[in-house]
């Protein structure tokens, strides 16, 4: 048998990192349909689901391929926004932070200095703000 399904899984795509997302929103929608009596979310997660296997089965490996790497740039991109939130947090009693007005690079200047020139490290554009 398992001979068979690696036979059978020859030239197909797989499981990847968008995919297991899928699956893991459609038992999601599955269980706050069985706790709200919605019948939409579950035909909402049985499509979910469908499309999801129908990506693992897929035979156009350089689509899901393409498809998975833009679900993982943009799953980096926000958890660089949000590390840089973080980190901005815990120095915000130390640092004030600004935006460039000329190319909108954050700028770090410590507090309590009083009215500082800012010179940006990204355009070198200066502009003056309270710390």
Known sequence: MREKFQHFMT?????????????IATLVIF????ISGWGILYWI???????????????NVSKRYE?????L???YQVAVKWNGMK???AQRGTYRFYKCPQCRQMVRVPRGKG???ITCP???TEFIKKS
Not at 31 to 34: E, K, P, T
Not at 67 to 71: A, D, G, H, I, L
């Open 11 to 23: 030239g197909r795509y797989g499981a990847d990192d968008l995919s297991r997302v899928y699956i």
């Open 31 to 34: 269980v706050i349909s069985l």
């Open 45 to 59: 997660g049985l499509a979910l689901m469908i499309y999801a296997y129908w990506r693992m089965l897929s035979r």
């Open 67 to 71: 498809e998975n790497q833009k679900y």
């Open 73 to 75: 740039n943009a799953r």
């Open 87 to 89: 980190k901005r947090w």
């Open 115 to 117: 009215k500082i020139c």
């Open 122 to 124: 990204k355009c070198r």
